[in-house]
């Protein structure tokens, strides 16, 4: 038996080339994939985020007198208990301490509404609006500007006692 010699001539090169090819298409998918699953994570947050605001919100006073409607853009700007609020969405305590949820999201960007609030009734909604995720692939910096996320839930005692207890 003779076993033929095959001469590799000319291709000496072609394992690295071929490798360099798929490392930088395996890399660009892991990225990707990295990407997308920080972009799904913000937008779990601030789903959460509104989600327990207007929990917290819920019992919280809207205004003197309670339910008091507010006509800038819909949102309360003069609630006693907004810092309070907003201090939950962001940071998930009213006192504003800790680290921030979710980088980048300001207190112009949480909208509170009150409507028809009394005991047991009227509802609020806390929203988050015009809200930028920021990219994190390198060599590549875009803004992508998250829809609206709104939570509304029933009035349970927004801060409100009726005028005399049975």
Same mark, same amino acid.
């Given at each position: ?11 000496? %090169?072609?394992?690295?080339?071929? #490798? ?15 990407? %997308? $699953? ?12 509104? *989600? *327990? ?16 409607? *507010? ?16 201090? #939950? ?14 980088? %980048? ?19 609020? +909604?806390? +929203? ?5 995720? +920021? ?6 910096? *875009? ?20 005028? $005399?207890?049975?």
């Amino acid at each position: 038996m003779t076993q033929k010699r095959v001469e590799k001539r000319g291709e000496s %090169g072609a394992t690295t080339l071929e #490798f360099t090819f798929i490392a930088v298409t395996f890399f660009m998918m892991l990225l990707a994939i990295t990407s %997308g $699953a920080s972009l799904y994570f913000a937008h779990n947050v601030l789903v959460e985020s509104t *989600r *327990r605001g207007a929990r917290f919100a819920a019992m919280q006073a809207a205004n003197t007198p309670a339910g008091t409607l *507010r006509t800038t853009n819909g949102c309360d700007t003069t609630g006693p208990s907004l810092t309070s609020i907003q201090n #939950f969405v962001m940071y998930g305590n009213a006192a504003g301490t800790g680290t921030e949820l979710l980088p %980048g999201l300001q207190p112009a960007n949480i909208c509170v509404e009150y409507a028809g609030f009394g005991v047991g009734t009227g509802s609020v +909604s806390v +929203s988050i609006i015009d809200y930028n995720y +920021s990219v994190v692939i390198p060599f590549i910096s *875009r803004q992508i500007t998250m829809p609206a996320n709104r939570t509304t839930v029933r009035g349970e005692s927004a801060g409100a006692f009726p005028g $005399a207890c049975p």
